[in-house]
């Protein structure tokens, strides 16, 4: 999967998870963080039996990453794991969960819809992990995140990862883990070592040339273009179709089809 040698919170977070141990981990977005959880869950699993690990994520984009994450690392084992998230319909996910998985990657509300209509219980939670909080705490998710954490039993390993820990994050973190080990890697709100960055100060009617010319100027396979806007991503989109770029909008006004696509 071209892994020559593990992140450092991959190294830190191994042999932590491994042990049986809870944990904070703290690391930007780029640092393999998602391999650092997903490859010792799956060897602490084994084999394919019960729902035994679940993993709470803000978004479902996230959610769905971390699936394929979880169905990549564990190719060659006969574990399974599944997505239950909103904006699609609920038949294929009780068809997933009827057939039997071992790890279930979930945004809250969704999941709390499931649990309510008994199509999925907790009883064989093991290992719980908690992702990206800081966001879910932005998206004012920590409630739902509280009745989930309730309903699973206190005998279990769980792991908590934020980029940062501001006083919520905190409280919340005392009540869900027992003597977690904190693994902190780089400096909070620091971008990760991969990002190169660069600031070009330009009038905002000239945005859109220079845009151009660096697109021109750069040797990339994709880019990721933020506005501020949903208007404005339409409108950018639309510019760029236009010079025979090939792009893709992503915004709330897509369907989850589109932004599947």
């Known amino acids: 999967m071209g892994f020559a040698e593990p992140t450092p919170i991959q190294l830190r977070a191994f042999p932590i998870i491994l042990a049986g141990k809870d944990l904070i981990g703290t690391a930007q977005t780029g640092t393999g963080k998602t ?3 997903a ?7 084994g084999h394919h039996g ?7 994520e803000p978004t479902r984009e996230l959610a769905a990453q971390v699936e394929t994450a979880f169905r990549d690392y564990g190719r060659f084992t006969d574990l399974r794991a599944t997505v239950v998230h909103g904006g699609v319909g609920y038949g294929k996910q009780r068809e997933e969960l009827k057939r039997g998985v071992d790890v279930v990657i979930a945004t809250p509300g969704r999941l709390l819809d499931h649990l309510e209509q008994g ?7 093991t290992i719980l992990v ?3 909080v800081d966001r879910m705490l ?17 005998d279990r390993q769980t792991l908590l990862f934020s980029a940062t820990l501001p006083p919520e994050i905190e409280r919340l973190a005392a009540w869900v883990l027992r003597e977690p080990e904190l693994v902190e890697i780089g400096v909070r709100r620091s971008p990760a070592e991969t990002v190169t960055h660069a600031v070009y100060p330009v009038a905002a009617e000239q945005k859109f ?4 010319v660096l697109l021109e100027r750069t040797n990339f396979d994709s880019a990721l273009i933020f506005s501020r806007t949903k208007h404005g991503a339409d409108r950018i989109a639309h510019k760029l179709k236009q010079g025979n770029h090939s792009v893709a909008v992503l915004h709330s006004n897509r369907t989850q089809r589109e932004r599947i696509e």
């Not at 932005?138 to 206190?154: N, Q, T």
């Open 39 to 45: 490859l010792p869950i799956l060897t602490l699993l």
């Open 50 to 56: 019960k729902f035994r690990c679940l993993v709470l």
């Open 209 to 212: 040339d220079l845009l151009m």
């Open 130 to 132: 908690l992702d990206e």
């Open 119 to 125: 199509t999925l219980h907790f009883r064989d939670v």
């Open 138 to 154: 932005d998206m004012g998710f920590l409630p739902d995140v509280r009745r989930i954490v309730e309903k699973i039993s206190r």
């Open 35 to 37: 391999a650092a959880f």
